[in-house]
Structures are given as structure tokens and as C-alpha cells.
């Protein structure tokens, strides 16, 4: 099974900071990877799919890059309502693993 | 407006079972595969099952396989999850989902469920 290791686990950033988070994939996943955000108490909500396509109504400050094996997801110029967990997922096809997570704290 | 209200999560006993539902509202739900994804208090997300349109495909994470059943009544434009013999670390919250193009697109708000003596 294919294994998705995210890193850093947390991070503490400052409003405005740039910030990039990675995802490695176990084996080849081609791009067929996604990124969520999820806030406390709230569901997931899909940020990136097929590793750099921004969904609807995600703002251009999220930038997800990738191929293969490693991926990224970059905030540019990060706001404060952007504190939330961030998860990469293997998508299209069994098993739709996700990572870990990484934890985005803002000073 | 898309709209995903999971329901039926309550406390189990372990061994025993429980059904969830999710009723699927604002989309044409006959044409999207859909999933469970559960997240346990405290940790990251977890991949449950996926069921494709018609409901005549069915994957599942290992964990679940024999014991959890994905199902779908398009008639009804409803999602089920029947979860069997219940353990301590099957508690967490359930998210259904919708897929589109093979990612996880829009989430209910969760379901409780509590597998405890």
C-alpha cells in the first residue's frame, strides 16, 4: 500500500510569510494528488487537486506543485485565517490514503 | 447548493454494530461515486470506502474490510455505511463525500461515533 509522509508536523509562521509544506509519496503516484485544509470543528475542504489545480473559489495564494513521488503546497503572503491542519491524499484510484498532516500555526 | 447530512452515530458497544447515513441533496447523486472518510479525536484523516455510481464497485481500507459495508440508494439520493462488529478504535468522526474526477470534492459536517463499553 502506498504510504503518504507529510512533513513538517507543525509549523509557526507569521502573517505574510511565505510557507511550503511537502507530501512524499511512498511509490509513483504520477500527479493524482489532492490537498485539503481543515480548520478545528469543521469538515476538510479541498484546497488543490491533481496536484497543482486550484478548486473553485480557493484563493491564488495556494499553490500546490509535484510530480512522482514529492509534492508541495506553497501559501504565499500567508493570512491569519489560514491557521488549519493541511492534508495531502492520494486521489483517482484505491487507496485513497492520506498523510498525516501538517499543523499551520500563526504567531 | 450541495448539502451532505451523515447521521445515526451514537455510542457502541464493542462487537456490536450500527448503521450511519448520509442524504445527499442540490447535485444529481445517481452520477457521483462517493466515500467515507473518518478522522478519530485528536488525529489526521483515514480513507474508509468508496462506492462507484451505480454501487456495483466497492473498495475499502484493510482495517474495514470484512466487517464494514459501503451501500447507496439512488432512488433515495442516500450514502450507508453499515459498520459490524465495532471496535475501541473504530470511534471517530464520519465524513461522507463526494467524488469528482477521482478527488473528494464536497464533505458533510460529520457523525459521531463512539465504539466504548
Known amino acids: 500500500n502506498i504510504v503518504m509522509t507529510q512533513s513538517p508536523k507543525s509549523m509557526s509562521i507569521s502573517v505574510g510569510d511565505r510557507v511550503t509544506m511537502n507530501c512524499k509519496a511512498s511509490?509513483?503516484?504520477?500527479?493524482?494528488i489532492a490537498w485539503y485544509q481543515q480548520k478545528p470543528g469543521q469538515s476538510p475542504k479541498l484546497l488543490i487537486y491533481?496536484?497543482?489545480n486550484r478548486y473553485n473559489g480557493v484563493p491564488d495564494r495556494f499553490t500546490g506543485s509535484g510530480y512522482g513521488t514529492d509534492f508541495t503546497l506553497t501559501i504565499n503572503s500567508v493570512q491569519a485565517e489560514d491557521a488549519a491542519f493541511y492534508y495531502c491524499?492520494?486521489?483517482?484510484?484505491?487507496?485513497?490514503?492520506f498523510g498525516g498532516g501538517t499543523k499551520l500555526e500563526l504567531k | 447548493e450541495v448539502q451532505l447530512v451523515e447521521s445515526g452515530g451514537v455510542l457502541v458497544q464493542p462487537g456490536r454494530s450500527m448503521k450511519l447515513s448520509c442524504a445527499a441533496s442540490?447535485?444529481?447523486?445517481?452520477?457521483?461515486?462517493m466515500a467515507w472518510v473518518r478522522q478519530a479525536p485528536t488525529k489526521g484523516l483515514e480513507w474508509v470506502a468508496t462506492?462507484?455510481?451505480?454501487?456495483?464497485?466497492?473498495y475499502y481500507r484493510d482495517s474495514v474490510k470484512g466487517r464494514f459495508t459501503i451501500s447507496r440508494d439512488n432512488a433515495k439520493s442516500t450514502l450507508y455505511l453499515q459498520m459490524d462488529s465495532l471496535r475501541s478504535e473504530d470511534t471517530a468522526t464520519y465524513y461522507c463525500?463526494?467524488?469528482?474526477?477521482?478527488?473528494?470534492?464536497?464533505w458533510g459536517q460529520g457523525v459521531m461515533v463512539t465504539v466504548s463499553s
Open positions: 463525500t463526494t467524488i469528482t474526477e477521482g478527488y473528494f470534492d464536497y
Open positions: 442540490g447535485f444529481t447523486f445517481s452520477s457521483f461515486p
Open positions: 462506492i462507484s455510481t451505480s454501487g456495483g464497485s466497492t
Open positions: 511509490q509513483n503516484v504520477y500527479n493524482n
Open positions: 491533481y496536484a497543482s
Open positions: 491524499q492520494r486521489i483517482y484510484n484505491s487507496p485513497w490514503t
